[in-house]
């Protein structure tokens, strides 16, 4: 079993992490600094609990390797939303914000190396 670490509170109550800590951590700790959790994920074996977004330099660069997530806990999409209290439709320039994020987020994703399978690294 493995340390978990995981940078909220709010991380240890959802349905990944409860079924991840079941499986396979040894215990769970949260951190808030992204700084501490890259230092802790490079010098031991903890697993880290996070969106690959966050750690996607480190990610390309080989240092860390994103586990693929068992398939009982296939993550689902997150849907961003965006309210404004002015008025209901939204503008030229709101549409341009969705269509660049979408695009980066499309972007970062090709440059997410292929995940190997968790059970590799079960021992």
Known sequence: SFPLLVSDKIALSNEASIALREKLA???QTFSDVSTLRSLVSQTDAIWLTSAYVAIDDLVQGHFVQLRMPVELKASPIEVFMY????RSKSAAVLEIERAFRS?????????????????YQA
């Not at 404004?84 to 008025?87: A, E, K, N, S, T």
């Not at 980066?104 to 590799?120: A, F, G």
């Open 84 to 87: 404004f209290l002015d008025r």
């Open 104 to 120: 980066r987020l499309t972007d970062l994703e090709k440059q997410i190396p292929p995940q190997p399978d968790i059970k590799s």
């Open 26 to 28: 040894s215990s769970v």
